[in-house]
């Protein structure tokens, strides 16, 4: 199967205006909060919910013009699928990746030492890296989820009402993680490995939706 490229920058340019969006935001807030950013920071867990929520519900929907132009050109569900994904990916790493940078020069930490004069910095510069590794695995166990609620919904068959409950409980389950790193380290792999089982089922979940997908206009 070749990989839809242009397809995939199709979906990609649908999400741009939420993403630059996302990017500005991200950026700002790592740079002026003056103060250490921790694994169980509110603030970006409530950005990475509501970023993981606007790029399924831009890149979710089947209904819309664009995704059923898409459908009409050829492309096979398959294709569909992973230019979908890939868009998701897409959309995540441009606002991830900068934010990262950010930390990891350190920009941040020259911008607080010198412009905040900060009391932390650059002192607390090795404690901040693991951030956005974390947030990363943020935003890898909230897209699949809602993406598979999306196409989930669409489906005609009984029982598709409930994704958006099951969606609520896999929301409080991942919040409930913030404060991963004090957990005993054999709790932390139990999380993670499970965590990461049910975002590979989801992903597996989602493709079955597609291929069972039929096109209305």
Not at 73 to 95: D, F
Not at 133 to 162: D, E, K
Request: aromatic share 16%.
């Amino acid at each position: 199967m070749k990989f839809p490229t242009q397809l995939t920058l199709f979906f990609f340019r649908q999400s741009l205006w939420v993403t630059l969006l996302g990017l500005v935001i991200a950026i700002g807030y790592v740079l002026y909060f003056q103060d250490i950013i921790r694994t169980n920071n509110d603030s970006f867990h409530l950005f990475i919910l509501i970023h993981s929520i606007a790029i399924a519900v831009i890149l979710g929907r089947f209904r819309n013009e664009n995704f059923i132009y898409a459908y009409t050109r050829g492309y096979s569900r398959n294709q569909l699928y992973l230019a979908k994904m890939s868009a998701s990916i897409l959309s995540v790493l441009t606002v991830w990746l900068p934010v990262a940078l950010v930390i990891w020069l350190p920009i941040r930490s020259v911008i607080q030492d010198k412009l905040f004069q900060s009391p932390y910095f650059p002192f607390m510069e090795t404690g901040e890296n693991i951030l956005p590794l974390f947030w990363l695995w943020g935003y890898a166990l909230l897209l699949p989820m809602f993406h598979y609620v999306w196409i989930r919904r669409a489906q005609p068959i009984p029982g598709s009402n409930g994704t958006v409950l099951l969606a609520i409980g896999y929301v409080m389950v991942v919040v409930m993680h913030s404060n991963f790193y004090r957990n005993p380290a054999w709790l932390q792999l139990v999380l993670v490995s499970v965590t990461t089982l049910s975002a590979l089922v989801l992903l597996i979940g989602t493709w079955k939706c597609h291929q069972k997908m039929e096109m209305q206009r």
